[in-house]
Structures are given as structure tokens and as C-alpha cells.
């Protein structure tokens, strides 16, 4: 795994940027593995606005997002769909319909998921994904020890910390889904390169733990250093218990 570690969020997001907008540029129907959070927003802005300066075009480019909690309205302001719309898609030339985002309002879940799972196939995969961590190391929402290293798409209950980091975003905590879709590590694996970002203390013990700990699905990011192309960007204070 290739390691730079920078100052601050905001060179985080700068180097990130960098990287996502050579890809494009390289490829411009490339297939861009997304993640919502509040990590990635700063690469997401920053990329918005070389579109805004003419230096990348999302016209042919197709998105693929890693995760949606279910159940959930497209339409909620919660969801992870009204997410991408709000934050990066509006702000660029891209076709929402090239955009993916697994559907919390499906009726058959499973059948969804091998359907998600095939539409990133019929893609050629993913040329490169972005990824936040949790800060229990999950990646996507594939939490410690639930699923095991081996899943692709599938539905997946929350734990106790996911939910209660993310509650706060509902009005009350009670209207938080308990569960979620999400790419398994192995759907996250068919990636050609990815991208990991981290920052802030309380993102800290998870590095330590992806980066020193032993491979395990204790802590779901430990299995990237398994992949063949992974970059951590991560500022100071996450690297900070190294
Ligand atoms: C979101 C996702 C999650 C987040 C993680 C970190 O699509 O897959 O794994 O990346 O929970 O969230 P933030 O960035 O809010 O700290």
C-alpha cells in the first residue's frame, strides 16, 4: 500500500482530486467508484471545480456508489442518493443516468444486489474507487467480523457504532434504517485502483488498526493492503497513532 500522508484535510482532498482527475482524463468513460461521508466532500468540490475551469469533462463518465442505507426513499434528504445528487452530480455535466446508487426503495433486495453486482461487470469494473473508513475500520458499510472478506453486493445490518455515528444526521434517531446495501469487500477488490482517505483524530485507531493490526474482518479495511493498487491519503492527526 502506498502511504502519503499530508497536513490537513484540505490537502488531502487536493491530492485525491489530483489523482481522481488523471484517471478521467486518461479515460474519460472511466467507471468511478463513489462514497458518501463527510470525508470525500472536499475531493468532490475540488473536482467540481476543474470541471468549472474546463479541465475535466464528466460527460461519458460512469458512477457506481458503494453503499445506500435501506430501507430508505430515494427522495429522503438522508439518503445516500440525494447525497450524490446534492453534493457532486448537480455540479457537474455528468448524465444522472450513468450515475448508480444502490436502490433503498427496492422491493426485492437480494435480487438487487446481483443486479448491481452485474451492472458493475457489464461496466469492465471499476477503474478506481474512493473510500472513507470508519471508525471501527469498517469500509463501505461492511462492519467488523459481520460478513466475513468474501461478499459481494448484499444487504447488511448496521452495528451499534455505524448507527450511532450516522444518527445524528436523522431528525431522531429512530428514523435511522437499521440496515444497508452495500459492495462486499470482494465487489471492492474488482477495483483497478483505490483510493483511501482518512482524516482527523477519531479516525486514528482505525488506521493504526488497518495499517498494524493483523489482516482480519475485525477491521474490514485490514484486507486492503492485500490489493495490488491502494493509496491511503491521510493527514496528520488520523496518522497520528503510528
Ligand atoms: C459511505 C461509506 C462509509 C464511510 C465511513 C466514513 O459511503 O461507505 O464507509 O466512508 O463511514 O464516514 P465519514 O467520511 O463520514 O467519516
Redo the contacts with the bound molecule.
Keep these: 500500500m502506498k502511504i502519503i500522508v499530508v497536513k490537513n484535510y484540505e490537502e488531502m482532498s487536493n491530492r485525491a482530486a489530483e489523482i481522481f482527475a488523471e484517471t478521467i482524463n486518461a479515460k474519460p468513460d472511466a467507471v468511478l467508484g463513489?462514497?458518501?461521508?463527510?470525508?470525500?466532500l472536499g475531493m468532490y468540490n475540488n473536482l467540481a471545480k476543474k470541471y468549472e475551469y474546463g479541465e475535466i469533462d464528466f460527460s461519458r463518465i460512469r458512477t457506481v456508489?458503494?453503499?445506500e442505507y435501506y430501507p430508505i426513499d430515494p427522495e429522503n434528504n438522508q439518503s445516500?442518493r440525494y447525497f450524490m445528487n446534492r453534493n457532486f452530480f448537480s455540479k457537474l455535466n455528468i448524465n444522472l443516468k450513468n450515475t448508480f446508487v444502490p436502490d433503498g426503495s427496492t422491493k426485492k433486495p437480494d435480487a438487487f444486489c446481483l443486479e448491481y453486482e452485474s451492472i458493475i461487470d457489464s461496466f469492465g469494473g471499476i477503474d478506481i474507487q474512493i473510500?472513507?473508513?470508519?471508525?471501527n475500520g469498517?469500509?463501505?458499510?461492511n462492519e467488523p467480523s459481520a460478513e466475513g472478506l468474501h461478499a459481494l453486493t448484499h444487504v447488511t445490518e448496521l452495528t451499534p457504532s455505524?448507527i450511532e455515528?450516522?444518527s445524528r444526521f436523522f431528525a431522531s434517531p429512530d428514523l435511522m434504517p437499521k440496515h444497508a446495501i452495500?459492495m462486499g469487500i470482494k465487489s471492492v477488490f474488482k477495483a483497478k485502483k483505490i483510493i483511501i482517505?482518512a482524516s482527523g483524530v477519531?479516525?486514528a485507531d482505525a488506521i493504526r488498526e488497518m495499517l498494524r493490526g493483523k489482516i482480519s474482518a475485525m477491521c474490514p479495511a485490514s484486507v486492503l493492503s492485500l490489493h495490488q493498487d491502494v493509496t491511503l491519503i491521510c493527514d496528520k492527526d488520523a496518522y497520528s497513532k503510528i
Design positions: 463513489l462514497a458518501t461521508g463527510e470525508t470525500p456508489n458503494l453503499d445516500y473510500l472513507g473508513i470508519g471508525r469498517h469500509i463501505g458499510f455505524t455515528a450516522n452495500t482517505l477519531t479516525k
